[in-house]
């Protein structure tokens, strides 16, 4: 499979259309952003761990009933994926208080909650992804109610999963962000990644933070962080 056009480039990964018109590819970048493209850098060999990683993680969820948009890996930065439109959305599950949660309640960080958390931001740049409710994605028409719903349940399934394979390796997962696509059909199906770009990855024994909060907040070793959890992953499956 070949690449054909540049269809889009966003802050960590280029999209290219190919020879099928249902399918695009994804190329990873080391690239990185923060706090809506504020501050830039660089992580060293993160498009390659990004991409592998998300790859993994898919392919488990699809064995869970969880539809993704995996079609086949085919280099350590690229992958097929079926072509989607991206539900204007992003999907946050939240399990321990972190980030943005911690700021805008006034919770310490690692207060473990009862029940996991699910919030939605409206994917849109230029207002810095406001949160909004299941009512405002009405209104705005970024998804029906049954869409939502669906949104809704395989989210909680991906939070189920992704506990379980990082509790094995030894890393407990606090929250992650996901975004879901529609395929020509109608269907549904989990897009984007999995990586800890998308998720907030801590050692379950001490604590350490093992994902992108390392470039956020400046606290080093975000490159020697990203392969502790690629090579813990693969270890445990
Ligand atoms: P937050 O606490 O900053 O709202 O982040 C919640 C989760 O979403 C965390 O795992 C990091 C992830 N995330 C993204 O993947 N992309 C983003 O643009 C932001 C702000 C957060
Ligand atoms: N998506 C953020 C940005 O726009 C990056 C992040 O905080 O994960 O730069």
């Known amino acids: 499979m070949d690449k054909k056009e540049l269809l889009y480039e966003g802050k960590a990964k280029k999209v290219w259309t190919t020879e099928n018109p249902e399918v695009l590819i994804v190329d990873y970048k080391d690239d990185a952003t923060a706090f809506n493209g504020l501050k830039k850098g660089s992580i060293a060999g993160k498009g390659v761990i990004n991409n592998q990683m998300s790859n993994i993680l898919m392919q488990g ?15 350590e930065r690229e992958t097929a994926v079926k072509k989607v439109k991206i539900l204007p959305l992003e999907v946050i599950i ?11 309640y006034g919770v310490e960080e690692g207060v473990v909650f009862d029940s996991p958390t ?22 705005l028409k970024l998804c029906t109610p049954e869409e939502l719903d669906l949104v809704k349940k395989y989210a909680f399934q991906v939070n189920d999963f992704l506990k379980e394979v990082w509790k094995k390796c030894g890393v407990t997962l606090v929250d992650f962000k996901i975004e879901f696509g529609k395929l020509s059909d109608g269907t ?20 350490k933070k093992l994902d992108k909060d390392r470039f956020r907040r ?20």
């Open 61 to 75: 969820l699809e064995k869970k009933g969880v539809p993704t948009h995996f079609v086949e890996e085919l280099s």
């Open 94 to 104: 939240r399990n321990i208080a972190a980030g943005s949660f911690s700021k805008r």
């Open 118 to 139: 699910i919030e939605f931001s409206y994917k849109n740049d230029d207002l810095g992804d406001p949160l909004l409710n299941d009512y405002h994605a009405y209104a």
């Open 188 to 207: 549904i199906v989990l897009a984007d990644e999995i990586s800890p770009d998308t998720c907030r990855l801590w050692d379950s024994e001490t604590g």
């Open 218 to 237: 400046d606290l080093g070793g975000t490159e020697e962080a990203y392969t502790e959890v690629m090579k813990r992953l693969t270890e445990s499956i």
